[in-house]
T-cell receptor
Framework: DGGITQSPKYLFRKEGQNVTLSCEQNLNHDAMYWYRQDPGQGLRLIYYSQIVNDFQKGDIAEGYSVSREKKESFPLTVTSAQKNPTAFYLC??????????FGQGTRLTVV | GEDVEQSLFLSVREGDSSVINCTYT??????LYWYKQEPGAGLQLLTY?????DMKQDQRLTVLLNKKDKHLSLRIADTQTGDSAIYFCAEKGFQKLVFGTGTRLLVSP
């Protein structure tokens, strides 16, 4: 089945740790996106990538990093510099001619 | 820059029509979308409209686009309790996909 997969579904991070959230798609989409959603809030764009080996900062990139070494994969690392990382993280992909498809999200909690 | 705005909350009775409104600012947007989010889940695409269209109907859903005013609306006919969720509009310009703040729809029996 074609789709976009995020893992893990739940993730716990200790203070000062880096953690990496996985996002994989087999839809052959060029563009991939990471969003953060806080309780009762909308989606804020963290990073996006239009093509392999290239990515741009979104509105709230500080404390996050990404890579795009393969078309199918766009992992997001939440670094220790992100002071308030507890949130719901959503990954999406799209092509020029299609709508955006979303993964089921990863809920990150700092413990 | 891009900015997408929605009202935060809408409450309707079961069987009524719901209308969720959205305004956007990027006139170069090629696609405009409506997504639905249920608690703890990702976003599910409901419908979308090309920027050169005025209206699109899909079963109980009707999307209206006023390009001059940069206004998008989603009408849900015969709203059911299962329609209770957060609804996001989004615009897709040349590079970015930008979402509104979301409208929480509450349907009461």
């Amino acid at each position: 089945d074609g789709g976009i997969t995020q893992s893990p579904k739940y993730l716990f991070r200790k203070e000062g740790q880096n953690v990496t959230l996985s996002c994989e798609q087999n839809l052959n989409h060029d563009a991939m996106y990471w969003y953060r959603q806080d309780p009762g809030q909308g989606l804020r764009l963290i990073y996006y990538s239009q093509i392999v080996n290239d990515f741009q900062k979104g509105d709230i990139a500080e404390g996050y990093s990404v890579s795009r070494e393969k078309k199918e994969s766009f992992p997001l690392t939440v670094t220790s510099a992100q002071k308030n990382p507890t949130a719901f993280y959503l990954c999406a992909s799209s092509s020029l001619a299609t709508e955006a498809f979303f993964g089921q999200g990863t809920r990150l909690t700092v413990v | 820059g891009e900015d997408v705005e929605q009202s935060l909350f809408l409450s309707v009775r079961e069987g009524d029509s719901s209308v969720i409104n959205c305004t956007y600012t990027d006139s170069s947007s090629t696609y405009l979308y409506w997504y639905k989010q249920e608690p703890g889940a990702g976003l599910q695409l409901l419908t979308y409209i090309f920027s050169n269209m005025d209206m699109k109907q899909d079963q109980r859903l009707t999307v209206l686009l006023n390009k001059k005013d940069k206004h998008l609306s989603l009408r849900i006919a015969d709203t059911q309790t299962g329609d209770s969720a957060i609804y996001f509009c989004a615009e897709k310009g040349f590079q970015k996909l930008v979402f509104g703040t979301g409208t929480r729809l509450l349907v009461s029996p």
